[in-house]
């Protein structure tokens, strides 16, 4: 059709969707699907399915949920605003599945047997009755009892030599698990698993996991951690640097450097990332190479060692503190504040 005289034409822009606005953040930070679902322990066949917007083939909302919120924390971008677009897009899903369903018939005559709406109304009340009374009985009987919690390994107390442990564990499907209070990713089938760092001596990890009837059950293990060896002169040099006592040598000055307060790192930098007071989640990279992602313990502290840099994220950045060749750098962040990829040099 020919327009009149002062008439102008537009195209419209499609609106972004969830999927592309978290591709967009992914390929903007140079990651890839099996980077992301490393980092943030979800399964990458999951990543996926968000980024396609393949939400009936994903698990249960709430799983999606939180697959979202690590993804959205992970790459820097709204959570809220994606959780907006998820739920949209979902219930359009939703609704465009519901529309392509045959509508029921209105009567079926039979011989012996008629079909009427007064008929169907009978049924679909009694139906509501039963499904009522289904409902008390489960929660009288089963679902209001504490979530079943099995921990693999370790499968008892027991002494280590070595400052880290690996969890594992399974529970009930949707049951919320924590380790000290801090939350773990728990997959699609019930089973979790989790790194965590210890403290020289007695450790007690307390493992909690919680249904959606305010049901919870717990389970605990005394880890001892008896150092020997390279650890204990490792764990040594911790507390002397967590003191300022570390005799590291002074980096060396960066002639070509316009900022003359900026030094060149020498091979072999030490650093000491310690949490104090509550449990925390870390990951640390040491020249761009990931070398710790997983939990730590309160008063927990881990040497790492690189020739260049540090990038650290935690969750919990104001209760991260970090020690670089006996220096004392404070915490990562101010009360509340997620960091990742933090630059130390």
């Not at 529309?99 to 079909?115: D, G, H, M, Q, T």
């Not at 959606?212 to 764990?235: A, C, H, P, W, Y």
Request: charged share 30%; proline share 3%; glycine share 6%.
């Amino acid at each position: 059709m020919k327009l009149g005289e002062g008439f102008t034409t537009h195209r419209l822009k499609s609106a972004e969707t969830l999927g592309e606005r978290l591709q967009n953040a992914r390929e903007e930070a140079n990651l890839t699907l099996k980077e992301i679902s490393q980092s943030i322990r979800v399964r990458e066949t999951y990543i996926r399915y968000l980024e396609e917007g393949r939400y009936s083939e994903l698990p249960a909302d709430v799983y999606v949920r939180g697959f979202l919120r690590s993804y959205c924390n992970y790459v820097g971008i709204d959570f809220q605003g994606a959780l907006n677009l998820y739920k949209n897009e979902r219930g359009i899903q939703e609704n465009i599945k519901k529309s392509k369903e045959p509508a029921p018939l209105s009567s079926y005559r039979s011989n012996s047997f008629v079909i009427t709406p007064r008929l169907i109304k009978i049924c679909l009340a009694g139906l509501a009755v039963f499904v009522m009374f289904l409902y008390i009985w489960f929660q009288l009987s089963g679902l209001s009892k504490p979530p079943v919690l099995t921990i693999l390994d370790p499968s008892e107390d027991k002494t280590i030599n070595d400052d880290v442990i690996v969890l594992v564990g399974e529970t009930d499907l949707e049951a919320e698990v924590k380790i000290n209070d801090q939350p773990i990713q728990v997959d699609g089938s019930g089973k979790f698993k989790e790194t965590i760092a210890l403290q020289d001596g007695l450790n007690v990890l307390k493992i909690t996991a919680n249904n959606k009837f305010g049901k919870s059950t717990e389970v605990k293990r005394n880890i001892m951690v008896e150092l020997t060896g390279d650890l204990e002169r490792q764990k040594e040099n911790e507390k002397l640097a967590l003191k300022g006592e570390y005799k590291a040598e002074e980096p060396a000055k960066d002639k070509n450097a316009k900022d003359k307060n900026k030094t060149t790192i020498k091979p072999e930098s030490m650093l000491v990332i310690t949490v104090v007071d509550k449990a925390a989640w870390i990951q640390v990279k040491a020249d761009d190479r990931l070398i710790y992602s997983g939990m730590m313990l309160p008063d927990a502290s881990q040497t790492f060692k690189a020739k260049e840099k540090f990038l650290v994220s935690s969750g919990k950045a104001d209760k991260t503190k970090a020690v670089l060749n006996g220096k004392d750098l404070g915490f990562l962040g101010k009360e509340g504040e997620v960091v990742r990829d933090k630059e130390i040099k």
